[in-house]
Every structure is written in structure tokens, then in C-alpha cells.
């Protein structure tokens, strides 16, 4: 669990195939699919940085919906009140929340573990309301939100959702393997350092204010350039599209594919658009279930005492274990 | 009949085994001791006869197996423990300290009665019953300690290092009351050392652990003739 | 002048809604380091309770009690069956076992009882025999109230058998099961303490702020407020916390530009900034140890 996932044989064909079938994917389903795999996989870039933080990081993080909004927002404000291009409102959106992040970070520095994750519930908990604030209305577009318009397609031979397809797949490869470099990287030794010990890594010369308040910068951008994603897909940002809920989202997504996983985001993001959708189909059919967030929480509580690792976790164990077992 | 007999008793912290099958027991209204070097497995004998970690093997108490219980079944049978660093409420005043020791009984008049009696083997309690017991001193404490477990009118006592951390003379004042408890009382006593020489003054019986085993045993007055305990415990 | 008094006296009801909640919240946390996320919720869920048994024609101090009655059990048994499993666990486990927790009573209360607001009588007659501009009916009960919950809360530690058990389990848990304390059960009648004073917190804001399944999202925000400011080692402390951040939440919210549409931001400078700046609140104590 210390480590981040070593690059075996396995993991790379798998890796290799995955790309492969992503790719490959918009041109053997419809336009809906292709946009629900967009959502999908703009979820794990948000947990992704969420994952950074919490799992590899140490530091927790019940409030990373708060990152999500302000990257939406700054793409949407960009692109409503500026008419930038979507492709320079994302990198744009990105530098916002490594800033806003950065600066969460240094309050964040002197709160351990538990008053971490409470002053980051408050925030969670505020940022609807800020997003409604009366001053900022001429920007924010208040309760109702901002309206904002899907970029044309990048070729002619795409539909402007396949288009976005590939957008977000090459922005989640690109920022999966910067995620996998930095944190096998001297620097990324220093991060989970800091998780395990950090009494130790600071005595060891690890620069902890430095590392802690990047990190934070790091994942806020992450879950920023999410956020920027999503606000271009859906068209649309509204205070009430960042509510708690959203941070809890991402909470359930993270601990679904794994914590401490770069690979494991992927599950978490396909978890989190797809069973929805059953659940709200099931609902439907038998109006007596409880309501789907109801099964959440609980799927959330039952990982957590038999799974914590999470899918990808789970993966890495039966591996292991088969291995274990051809050796023998 | 022995009030607490161990047989084959292993203990475990995690996988690594700390005690590798000890057998010992301790007759009604006696003092015991068990002496040995640092990690040499007292406390955690003491700490398996209280269920506070897991265990193989069989402990009796009063007859009964005593394996499958709880702490504080254990404890509501008549053990009391006096742990390693005292176990001291600190938050809590002397006197809240002392109604914490008698938790599993229910007349208070007779609760009451027993202050009274721990107040009269340590009247430095009675002085300061109402001050928070993190404010006293080692010594202090460590008397609270006692007096807490006496709260409890144990059958048995168990004393993790009664003389750590205090000055000599202290310790002498100590082990004179656990003397005086023993005689008025007639609670037998499973005490763990370091301090051979001052155990030894007080207990009928002597266990000597090395690294998870008993290696010697028999009555005081003939381990501390031993020529090796001597050397390695006595240091004369 | 008047508006200043009204807005001190609102302030002192809405504190010591606040205070019920810090007070469970630091209970908790002093029986077990966990901040419980789904306090609020849960005492939504038992507001709820009290409402159904309203609808059901019960006189409102039947179903206040019996609702606060019922809290106490399911506090009991949340803590056996649902907290229990991670009692060892690392610390991010129990924190998301909590927001688990938090869902799951926010989605339910909406299943049951739908997300539409719902107007909730006051426990309070409407006048208590004198005439004042200052202070409404409700508010005068509200504060009365809360003071008798916090005074018997208080007797109950300070003075019972159990109450001294349960301090003494929260302080040194090793040490507890040696004098015969069973420090489970004591953790899970902690839990059921917080729940029935997290509904009393409930039943009294209701009226206030409508019901509905989120009703109490603020509400838990400022008892942590409270609970920090007066010091989470400290339940009195929590009481006064949460009286003095009702109270700045109203002089805030008059005085501030903005302030009224930010309640929730307040909050929240409020938390981050006690974090940063006493972390130990205003009566966190440190006790003098010697060894």
C-alpha cells in the first residue's frame, strides 16, 4: 500500500489495451455512451487528485468539491464572459486551482488528519452559498448559473461528443502518467513520506510546507481541470451542481476504485456515472427501494469494513496472490 | 487450593510470541513475585491474566478458567490491576479516582467505609482528595494507585513495578503498606519487579523470566541465596 | 439600540441550539477522537420523528420526549452495529463510515418525509405572560430550555456513577476496563447521550429554520464553529462557544455587508480560522501532569 503501482508486464499490456479500447470505443457505441465514458472519465481525473491528496499525500479531503467548482466556474466565466476557447479556458482553469488549492494548502498545514477533513467539510458545505453571492452574481450568473456552449468538433469525421471523448481520454492519459512520473519520482517518495511518518521525512530534509501546500495545489488542479471538463461537456454550471453531495461523489468514487491508485480512478469514475443510472432504473421499476443515495452510504459503510483497498486494491491482492500460487 | 494456577500460558503481541508457554500459580493470601530483566515478559503476564492481549493456554482463577472473559469480567471477579504507569484519571480528582476503583460494587455505604480505609493506609490521599490526580506526585500517585485497586476488595492484586520512577525512600514507604494490606487484609499479591532485592523482602514465592520463560522458581528466601540471581538481580 | 438587543437575544436562541450540538459533537469526540459528521442529520431524522408522531395527534411534549427517547436508543445501537467496526480502524475509514452515515439519514428522511419544507410548531406557548419586543416566545423557551438539558447533562457526569464511568472511559480507556468499566458500552451511551441532545438541538430549531431534510447542514456547521471556539477538550467550553458564535452569527449577519448571504462562509472562517490560530479554543484546557 505504501508504494504507488509498480509498472509490471501485466500492467502495462493492460495498460496498452486500455488505451486501445479507449480509443476505440466512441466508433461501437452511440453519442450518449460516448458521453456518459466522457462523464466517467472526467470523475477520475477529479478523484485522481483527490487520490494525491488523501491517499498518497496523507492529507484528508472531504471538500474536494469545492476544487471541482472552481475549475467549472473558471471555464464557464471564461467562456461566457470572455468567449476564450475551451481548449485555453481548460489550462487556464488548471493555474486558477493550483492557486486556489496552493492557498488552501497553507491554512491546511497547521490542521492534522481529523481537522483537516472538518475544515474541509465546511468548505464543501459554504461553497454553494459563495457561488450564489449577491456580488459576484454579474459573474457567476447567481442561483441560475451560467450557460455555456460545446466547442465544435476537433474533425470533421467526429460528432462533438466523440470530439470531447477523446479531449478528456488524452487529458486523463496525460495527467494519469504525470500523476504515475511525479509520484515515483524522488519527490514523490517525499509525499507518501510525509503520509507515513512525517516526523521522520521532516528530519530526513523533506521540505514538509513546500511538499504539503504543492501537493494540495497539485490535487486542487486535478480536480480543477475535472471541473473545467465537466462545465464544457454539461453546458452548464449552477451553484447547486457543487453541493456536498458532489465532494461525497467523489469520497464514494475514490474508496470504490481505490485510495491509494492511479489505475483504480478509472473504476471509480465508471462506478460513479454508470450505477446511478441503474439505481435510478431500479427505483423506478420498484418505487419501494430506498432511494439511491440511501444504497450509497451504504455501499460506502460496507467497502469501508470489507474493502478498504478498493477495486484496484482488490485487483493488486488477487494478483498477488496468483502469483503466490504459480510460484508454488 | 491455589487461587491462581497458569498452565502452558503463551501471549501475543500481533504474531510475535511474548511468553512461550509459562506455568505458575500463587496460593490464597500470599505475595508472589515475578522478577526478570527488561522484556523478559512481567507485564505481559500481568496483562494476560487480564485479558488485555491474546493468548493460548490455561489461566484458573478461584477454580474457574478465566480465558474467555473480558477485562472487565475479570476484573469484576476480584482482580485488581495496578498497571505499568499507574493507569492514574488524571482529569479526575484523588476521591473520583478512588469511587472509579469500586466501579463493580453498589453499596455505598460500605464504598464509603473503604476511602476511609484507603485513607488510613495513605493519608497523604485523604490530604488531597480533592485535587486532580494528574497534579500529584510519582509517589502520590502511585499510593492512588493502590488505593484504587483496594477500592475494588480484590482477591487478588496485581502490581506492575510498584517502585518505578520514585525515590528509595518512597519505595520503602510503599512496600511497608503493601506489607500492613497483606497482613490486615489477607489479599494475596502477584507482583512484578525489577527491583529484585525489595520484592524478594516482601514475597513468600518467586518466579525468575528470562525472555518469555520461568527458568527458576520456589520461595524467596531460597532464589535470593541463589549465587546467579544474586549476580544478575541482586547485584552483590 | 433595540435592534442591537433582538439581534443579542436571537442570537443567545440560536446559540444555544448551536451549543446542544456542540455539546454531542465534543461528547463524542472526547469518548473517541471522531468528529461525527451525521450529527446534524441525525438530529434532522429525530425532528422528523417528533413531526410523524405530531401527525399522529400526540400532544408536542409527548413527542418531543419520545422522540428524544427513541434518539438515545438509535444513538446506542449506531454506535454498536455501524461505528463499532472501525473503532480501530484509520482514522480516514471512520470518517467516511460517518459521511456514510450522513447520506444515508439525509436520502432517507427525503424518501420518507420528501424534500419540502415543512412548518414546525414551537414547544413554547406563544406568550409566557409578559409583554417584550425584545425577545420572541420560542426564543425565551428555546434558551430556558437548553439551559435545563445542559444542566442535567452536566449533573449526570459530574455527580452519577455512570457519568464519572463514562468520563473516565473517554479519558483512559486501559485503565477504565481495569476497574471493571466496559468501555464499549459506555462509547455507544455516549453515543446515545449525543443523539438525544442533537434532537432536543432539532426539535428546538425547527421552528425556526422549517423542516426539511437539510435543515440542519448550517446548524452542524456552526456547532463545530462553537465546539472549536470553546475548545473540543472542554464541553463547557463548547456550551459558550456555541452561545458566542450564535450571537456573532447575528451581528455579523446585520452588520457585515454580505454577511447575511454568507451565514455558511462564515462559518467557516470562523472554523478554519479557531483551527489555525488557538486550535485549543477559548477553554481548552491542558492539564498539569507530573510523572
Not at chain 1, 509498472?7 to 457505441?29: E, N, Q, R, S
Not at chain 2, 500481568?46 to 493468548?55: F, G, P, Y
Not at chain 3, 471512520?94 to 414546525?120: C, D, H, M, R
Not at chain 3, 448571504?261 to 507530573?290: C, D, H, Q, S, Y
Request: charged share 10%; aromatic share 12%.
Amino acid at each position: 500500500m505504501t508504494r504507488p503501482n509498480p509498472i509490471t508486464p501485466t500492467l502495462f499490456f493492460g495498460f496498452v489495451a486500455a488505451v486501445i479500447f479507449g480509443a476505440a470505443l466512441p466508433y461501437f457505441v452511440t453519442d450518449f455512451t460516448t458521453f456518459q465514458f466522457t462523464q466517467a472519465m472526467i470523475y477520475g481525473i477529479a478523484l485522481l487528485g483527490l487520490n494525491i491528496l488523501t491517499g498518497y499525500n496523507g492529507q484528508f479531503s472531504i471538500g474536494h468539491s469545492a476544487f471541482y467548482a472552481v475549475g467549472a466556474y473558471t471555464c464557464a466565466i471564461l467562456l461566457y464572459h470572455f468567449e476564450w476557447s475551451p481548449y485555453a479556458a481548460i489550462p487556464a482553469s488548471a493555474l486558477v486551482t493550483f492557486v486556489v488549492g496552493f492557498l488552501f494548502g497553507l491554512p491546511a498545514l497547521r490542521l492534522e488528519g481529523l481537522y483537516l477533513a472538518l475544515a474541509t467539510f465546511a468548505l464543501a458545505v459554504a461553497t454553494p452559498q459563495l457561488l450564489k453571492f449577491d456580488l459576484f452574481e454579474h459573474w457567476t450568473g447567481g442561483v441560475q448559473g451560467l450557460f455555456i456552449l460545446k466547442p465544435d468538433a476537433l474533425f470533421s469525421g467526429w460528432s462533438t461528443d466523440q470530439s470531447l471523448y477523446y479531449v478528456t481520454l488524452g487529458i486523463m492519459l496525460a495527467l494519469m502518467i504525470f500523476a504515475w512520473t511525479m509520484l515515483h519520482s524522488r519527490s514523490g517518495r517525499a509525499i507518501m513520506a510525509i503520509r507515513d511518518n512525517p516526523i521522520a521525512a521532516s528530519t530526513m530534509g523533506v521540505n514538509l510546507p513546500l511538499y504539503k501546500t504543492v501537493t494540495f495545489g497539485i490535487s486542487a488542479m486535478f480536480t480543477g481541470i475535472a471541473g473545467a471538463l465537466f462545465a464544457i461537456v454539461t453546458e452548464f454550471v449552477s451553484p447547486d451542481a457543487f453541493t456536498f453531495f458532489v465532494a461525497v461523489n467523489l469520497l464514494i468514487g475514490s474508496v470504490v476504485g481505490g485510495i491509494v491508485s492511479i489505475p483504480g480512478v478509472i473504476f471509480g469514475g465508471l462506478f460513479l456515472v454508470f450505477v446511478p443510472n441503474y439505481a435510478q432504473d431500479i427505483k423506478l421499476a420498484y418505487p419501494w427501494m430506498p432511494p439511491p443515495w440511501a444504497i450509497f452510504g451504504t455501499f460506502l459503510i460496507l467497502i469501508i469494513y470489507f474493502a478498504p483497498f478498493g477495486v484496484w486494491g482488490f485487483l493488486e491482492r488477487a494478483s498477488a496472490w496468483a502469483r503466490r500460487k504459480l510460484r508454488s | 487450593m491455589a487461587l491462581l494456577e497458569v498452565k502452558g500460558l503463551k501471549a501475543y503481541y500481533r504474531q510475535t510470541e511474548a511468553l512461550h508457554g509459562i506455568d505458575f500459580s500463587l496460593d490464597e493470601g500470599s505475595i508472589t513475585t515475578i522478577l526478570g530483566a527488561n522484556g523478559a515478559g512481567k507485564t505481559t503476564t500481568l496483562r494476560a491474566i487480564c485479558r488485555m492481549i491474546r493468548t493460548e493456554g490455561e489461566i484458573r482463577f478461584d477454580g474457574q478458567d478465566i480465558t474467555g472473559l473480558s477485562t472487565e469480567r475479570v476484573v469484576s471477579r476480584g482482580i485488581a490491576h495496578v498497571p505499568e504507569g499507574r493507569g492514574t484519571f488524571v482529569r479526575q480528582s484523588v476521591i473520583e479516582n478512588l469511587q472509579l476503583g469500586a466501579y463493580t460494587r453498589r453499596n455505598k455505604a460500605e464504598i464509603a467505609a473503604d476511602i476511609e480505609r484507603v485513607y488510613g493506609y495513605f493519608p497523604r490521599l485523604r490530604e488531597r482528595h480533592a485535587q486532580q490526580a494528574g497534579t500529584l506526585s510519582g509517589g502520590e500517585q502511585q499510593m492512588l494507585a493502590i488505593g484504587r485497586a483496594l477500592m475494588l476488595r480484590p482477591k487478588l492484586m496485581l502490581l506492575d513495578e510498584p517502585s518505578f520512577g520514585l525515590a528509595p525512600l518512597i519505595v520503602q514507604e510503599i512496600y511497608g503498606i503493601m506489607a500492613r494490606i497483606r497482613d490486615a487484609e489477607g489479599t494475596s499479591m502477584l507482583l512484578v519487579e525489577q527491583n529484585a532485592n525489595i520484592a524478594l523482602n516482601l514475597a513468600d514465592h518467586a518466579y525468575l523470566l528470562e525472555t518469555g520463560a520461568v527458568v527458576m522458581s520456589g520461595e524467596s528466601a531460597i532464589i535470593r541465596d541463589d549465587e546467579n540471581v544474586r549476580r544478575s538481580y541482586l547485584g552483590y | 439600540m433595540d435592534l442591537f438587543l433582538q439581534l443579542t437575544f436571537a442570537g443567545l436562541a440560536i446559540g444555544s441550539i448551536y451549543s446542544c450540538v456542540a455539546l454531542a459533537v465534543v461528547m463524542i469526540y472526547q469518548a473517541t477522537d471522531h468528529f461525527n459528521f451525521a450529527q446534524g442529520e441525525m438530529a434532522m431524522f429525530s425532528t422528523f420523528i417528533a413531526w410523524t408522531m405530531l401527525g399522529l395527534g400526540l400532544p408536542i411534549w409527548v413527542a418531543f420526549f419520545l422522540a428524544v427517547a427513541i434518539s438515545f436508543v438509535a444513538g446506542v445501537l449506531i454506535e454498536r452495529i455501524v461505528v463499532r467496526p472501525v473503532e480501530n480502524a484509520p482514522v480516514l475509514n471512520q470518517i467516511i463510515v460517518f459521511i456514510g452515515l450522513l447520506v444515508i439519514f439525509n436520502s432517507v428522511a427525503g424518501w420518507i418525509w420528501e424534500y419540502t419544507i415543512k412548518p414546525f410548531p414551537s414547544l413554547f406557548p406563544k406568550s409566557f405572560g409578559f409583554e417584550t419586543t425584545l425577545i420572541s416566545a420560542h426564543n425565551i423557551g428555546v434558551i430556558g430550555l437548553t439551559l435545563i438539558v445542559l444542566a442535567m447533562v452536566f449533573a449526570f457526569f459530574r455527580f452519577t456513577r455512570v457519568g464519572l464511568a463514562m468520563r473516565a472511559a473517554a479519558a483512559n480507556p486501559d485503565s477504565a476496563r481495569l476497574v471493571g468499566i466496559s468501555v464499549g458500552w459506555m462509547l455507544a451511551l455516549g453515543w446515545g447521550l449525543a443523539a438525544a441532545i442533537g434532537a432536543v438541538g432539532g426539535v428546538l430549531v425547527a421552528p425556526i429554520v422549517y423542516l426539511e431534510p437539510n435543515m440542519m447542514s448550517g446548524v452542524l456547521l456552526y456547532g463545530f464553529a462553537g465546539a472549536l471556539l470553546g475548545g473540543v477538550s472542554s464541553p463547557g467550553g463548547a456550551v459558550l462557544g456555541g452561545l458566542v458564535v450564535g450571537v456573532l452569527e447575528n451581528w455579523v449577519g446585520q452588520y457585515v455587508p454580505g454577511g447575511a448571504e454568507l451565514k455558511l462562509t462564515f462559518a467557516l472562517v470562523l472554523i478554519v480560522g479557531v483551527l489555525m490560530f488557538k486550535p485549543a479554543g477559548l477553554f481548552g484546557r491542558i492539564v498539569v501532569k507530573r510523572v
